[in-house]
């Protein structure tokens, strides 16, 4: 191998320090991806069918095929806020029924 092909820091090869920092920097990459994948298609299956901003299988198909953008897409714009009550609370159950439900009726 010629002299300036190598590592000043480390003195081995340059090939081998390129190829092990495209693993730190792949490995995370990948990992993150995972994760963003997964809770993408998680929140994808816990959605209403009314909540979404478009044809629920069309949202599938840009978070399998689209990768990190599908998802984050997805994550940001496929779905509507939840409905919000009289009260101003997300859901209609109120603190006194939770109560009436776990402790029975008072």
Known sequence: MFPFAQDLITGAPAYESATA???RILVPLAIAEICL??????RW???PADRFTG???VWLAAILLLNFIGAITFLFFGRRPAAIDNHGRI??????HV???LYGKR
């Open 45 to 47: 299956a816990r959605t």
């Open 99 to 101: 109560a009436d439900v």
């Open 55 to 57: 044809n629920r299988w």
């Open 91 to 96: 859901g209609t159950s109120h603190p006194d």
């Open 21 to 23: 920092l495209g693993w």
């Open 37 to 42: 994948l997964a809770l993408a298609l998680f």
